[in-house]
């Protein structure tokens, strides 16, 4: 009788991210599980902050709040979207110090911080790299199985958590083309290139 066939394929891990949609207000958070290929649904939710309080009580809040969702689901990655340019620099100062806050909670915890732009994590979940907020609701709700309505802070912080993992678990060997001459990439290359198209 012939011995089994050794696999070549590399097993996966499974890996349990926390992607985080940092607002002052507002801060959204997913956990998205990932065993091979297989995307799991975890839990989502928001860590809301009254306008009343002061920025720096709102920006320990969030931290209180990313801490206790760390604890308690111990992630082994964190995902965020990275930063970008806004005419108000007021809104963008305050998203800045939100992000800080959550770089701050993940370091605290020894937990490695992903970032990916707002077009990669769409195109990893919508396949468009300008897809609107609606559908990236709507493919975040198809992908884990996830009924009933989503707040959009923790839609896009689950998009965040699904875009690592496809970045980290899928690489496409061929590609025959976007453009025509690519024959062989990175699923982040491929990514790029369906941005801009």
């Known amino acids: 009788m012939a011995p089994p066939l050794k696999s070549s394929a590399r097993r996966l891990p499974r890996e349990s991210i926390l992607g985080i949609d940092p607002g002052s207000l507002v ?10 290929h ?91 790299g300008r897809a609107t907020k609606e559908q990236v609701q709507k493919m975040v709700r198809a992908l884990l199985c996830v009924r009933g309505a989503m707040r959009a802070d923790a839609a896009d912080a689950l998009a965040a958590a699904i875009c690592h993992i496809h970045l980290r678990t899928i690489q496409p060997p061929v590609i025959q083309s976007l453009n025509g001459r690519v024959k062989k990439t990175s699923w982040r290359d491929c990514l790029e290139l369906a941005v801009k198209r």
């Open 27 to 36: 801060t959204g958070w997913g956990l998205v599980e990932s065993e091979g």
């Open 38 to 128: 297989q995307l799991r649904y975890q839990s989502h939710g928001i860590i809301g902050i009254s306008p009343s309080l002061s920025l720096a009580e709102r920006l320990s809040h969030i931290y209180r709040g990313l801490h206790e969702i760390i604890e308690r689901y111990q992630p082994t990655a964190v995902s965020l979207e990275k930063v970008f340019f806004s005419r108000n620099a007021q809104s963008a100062l305050k998203l800045g110090q939100a992000r800080g806050v959550a770089l701050l909670a993940a370091a605290e915890h020894q937990i490695g911080v992903s970032e990916y732009s707002a077009a990669e994590i769409k195109v990893a979940v919508a396949g468009y």
